[in-house]
Protein backbone atom coordinates (compact mmCIF):
# COMPACT_ATOMS: atom_id res chain seq x y z
CA UNK A 1 0.00 0.00 0.00
CA UNK A 2 1.04 3.58 -0.48
CA UNK A 3 -0.32 7.11 0.14
CA UNK A 4 1.45 9.88 -1.37
CA UNK A 5 0.41 13.42 -0.69
CA UNK A 6 0.99 16.27 -3.67
CA UNK A 7 -0.10 20.03 -4.37
CA UNK A 8 1.28 21.70 -1.36
CA UNK A 9 3.79 25.21 -1.53
CA UNK A 10 3.54 28.38 -0.44
CA UNK A 11 0.83 30.98 -0.85
CA UNK A 12 -0.05 34.49 0.29
CA UNK A 13 -3.15 34.86 2.55
CA UNK A 14 -6.33 34.85 0.63
CA UNK A 15 -5.02 31.83 -2.13
CA UNK A 16 -6.02 28.40 -2.57
CA UNK A 17 -4.09 25.03 -2.81
CA UNK A 18 -5.53 22.00 -4.18
CA UNK A 19 -4.37 18.68 -2.24
CA UNK A 20 -4.26 15.20 -3.64
CA UNK A 21 -3.97 11.93 -2.27
CA UNK A 22 -3.36 8.91 -4.32
CA UNK A 23 -3.81 5.42 -2.98
CA UNK A 24 -2.74 2.40 -4.13
CA UNK A 25 -2.94 -1.00 -3.08
CA UNK A 26 -5.50 -0.28 -0.86
CA UNK A 27 -9.26 -0.08 -2.38
CA UNK A 28 -10.49 3.49 -2.01
CA UNK A 29 -14.35 2.06 -1.17
CA UNK A 30 -13.52 -0.07 1.26
CA UNK A 31 -11.61 3.21 3.46
CA UNK A 32 -12.29 5.98 4.76
CA UNK A 33 -10.19 8.72 4.33
CA UNK A 34 -8.81 11.96 6.37
CA UNK A 35 -6.44 14.62 5.67
CA UNK A 36 -4.66 15.70 9.20
CA UNK A 37 -1.92 18.78 9.56
CA UNK A 38 1.11 18.92 11.44
CA UNK A 39 1.66 22.78 12.90
CA UNK A 40 4.59 24.20 12.78
CA UNK A 41 6.53 24.33 16.13
CA UNK A 42 3.84 21.18 17.33
CA UNK A 43 6.01 18.38 16.05
CA UNK A 44 5.85 15.45 18.34
CA UNK A 45 2.27 16.37 19.43
CA UNK A 46 -1.01 14.72 17.79
CA UNK A 47 -1.80 15.66 14.25
CA UNK A 48 -4.66 18.11 14.10
CA UNK A 49 -7.59 16.01 12.37
CA UNK A 50 -8.90 18.59 9.28
CA UNK A 51 -11.74 17.11 7.16
CA UNK A 52 -12.78 13.20 6.51
CA UNK A 53 -14.86 11.63 3.98
CA UNK A 54 -16.12 7.81 4.06
CA UNK A 55 -15.69 5.04 1.78
CA UNK A 56 -18.42 5.30 -0.41
CA UNK A 57 -17.79 9.39 -0.92
CA UNK A 58 -21.29 10.14 0.66
CA UNK A 59 -20.25 11.88 3.96
CA UNK A 60 -17.80 13.95 4.78
CA UNK A 61 -16.60 16.66 7.99
CA UNK A 62 -14.38 19.32 8.54
CA UNK A 63 -12.44 20.91 11.76
CA UNK A 64 -14.78 24.23 12.30
CA UNK A 65 -11.96 26.39 11.60
CA UNK A 66 -12.11 25.15 7.86
CA UNK A 67 -15.35 25.26 7.00
CA UNK A 68 -16.68 26.28 4.24
CA UNK A 69 -13.32 27.45 3.07
CA UNK A 70 -11.89 23.81 2.47
CA UNK A 71 -13.83 21.19 0.28
CA UNK A 72 -12.50 17.56 0.49
CA UNK A 73 -13.48 15.24 -2.59
CA UNK A 74 -12.38 11.22 -3.77
CA UNK A 75 -11.88 10.08 -7.43
CA UNK A 76 -12.77 6.69 -7.08
CA UNK A 77 -11.99 6.26 -10.84
CA UNK A 78 -8.05 7.73 -10.03
CA UNK A 79 -8.60 6.13 -6.39
CA UNK A 80 -7.59 9.78 -5.36
CA UNK A 81 -8.80 12.36 -2.64
CA UNK A 82 -8.48 15.76 -3.19
CA UNK A 83 -8.75 18.73 -0.32
CA UNK A 84 -9.46 21.46 -1.93
CA UNK A 85 -8.21 24.99 0.57
CA UNK A 86 -9.44 28.37 -0.16
CA UNK A 87 -9.00 31.78 1.53
CA UNK A 88 -5.99 30.25 3.12
CA UNK A 89 -4.58 31.70 6.35
CA UNK A 90 -1.24 31.82 7.59
CA UNK A 91 -3.06 29.49 10.87
CA UNK A 92 -3.51 26.76 8.04
CA UNK A 93 0.63 26.38 7.22
CA UNK A 94 1.59 23.33 8.30
CA UNK A 95 2.50 19.53 6.86
CA UNK A 96 -0.57 18.22 5.77
CA UNK A 97 -1.16 14.22 5.61
CA UNK A 98 -3.36 12.08 4.19
CA UNK A 99 -4.26 9.46 5.96
CA UNK A 100 -6.78 5.92 5.04
CA UNK A 101 -8.56 3.13 7.65
CA UNK A 102 -10.54 0.72 6.31
CA UNK A 103 -14.12 1.91 6.82
CA UNK A 104 -15.59 1.67 9.89
CA UNK A 105 -19.52 1.95 8.59
CA UNK A 106 -20.78 4.66 11.74
CA UNK A 107 -18.87 7.58 12.40
CA UNK A 108 -16.42 8.83 10.45
CA UNK A 109 -12.87 8.52 12.57
CA UNK A 110 -11.07 11.83 13.40
CA UNK A 111 -8.52 11.28 15.29
CA UNK A 112 -4.80 10.66 14.64
CA UNK A 113 -4.82 6.95 16.19
CA UNK A 114 -8.30 5.75 14.53
CA UNK A 115 -6.07 5.66 11.13
CA UNK A 116 -3.29 2.88 10.29
CA UNK A 117 -2.21 4.00 6.59
CA UNK A 118 -0.58 7.23 5.94
CA UNK A 119 1.54 9.04 3.51
CA UNK A 120 4.89 11.05 3.99
CA UNK A 121 2.93 14.47 3.97
CA UNK A 122 3.53 17.82 2.01
CA UNK A 123 4.35 21.33 2.87
CA UNK A 124 1.96 23.90 3.21
CA UNK A 125 2.83 27.63 4.02
CA UNK A 126 0.60 30.82 4.26
CA UNK A 127 2.86 34.08 4.28
CA UNK A 128 2.25 37.67 3.22
Known amino acids: WRLVESGGGSVQPGGSLNLSCAIS????????VGWFRQAPGKEGQEREG???????????AYRDSVKGRFTISRDGAKSTVHLQMNRLEPADSGIYYC???????????????????WGQGTQVTVSP
Open 25 to 32: GLSLDKYD
Open 50 to 60: ISYINNRGDRT
Open 99 to 117: AAEYKSGGALPRLEDDYTY
